[in-house]
């Protein structure tokens, strides 16, 4: 272990040079200068879709939720249609219907 000697004299030394940093000058206004800076680059910066502004995007938006939409109901209501006439061909298909009234059947 250590001696609280040595210790106590890193600390000590730790304590120095804590104390021999000294406040930093910065020249006046370069807080405004770094900030001016960001804002120039900020503002060199292009978007990829500058034309793609938010109001088309809603509007493109919307026009895919509405076809998506339509696609959905035609598909469903094409297929309800189709169901009813495919039970009958299946049926006619393997003899499933009787035109018989037997008991038997």
Do not use: C, R
Not at 4 to 14: E, L, R, S, W, Y
Not at 15 to 31: C, G, N, T
């Amino acid at each position: 272990m250590k001696s609280k000697k040595h210790i106590n004299q890193q600390v000590d030394t730790t304590f120095k040079v804590l104390d021999a940093i000294e406040e930093v000058k910065a020249p006046p206004f370069f807080k405004h200068k770094v900030l001016q800076q960001f804002n120039i680059e900020k503002e060199e910066k292009m978007s990829v879709l500058p034309w793609f502004t938010p109001n088309l995007q809603l509007g493109t938006l919307v026009l895919v939720v509405l076809l998506n939409t339509s696609a959905v109901f035609y598909a469903f209501s094409f297929q309800e249609q189709n169901s009813a006439d495919n039970l009958d061909t299946f049926a006619q298909e393997y003899s499933l219907q009787s035109q018989t009234t037997s008991l038997l059947n």
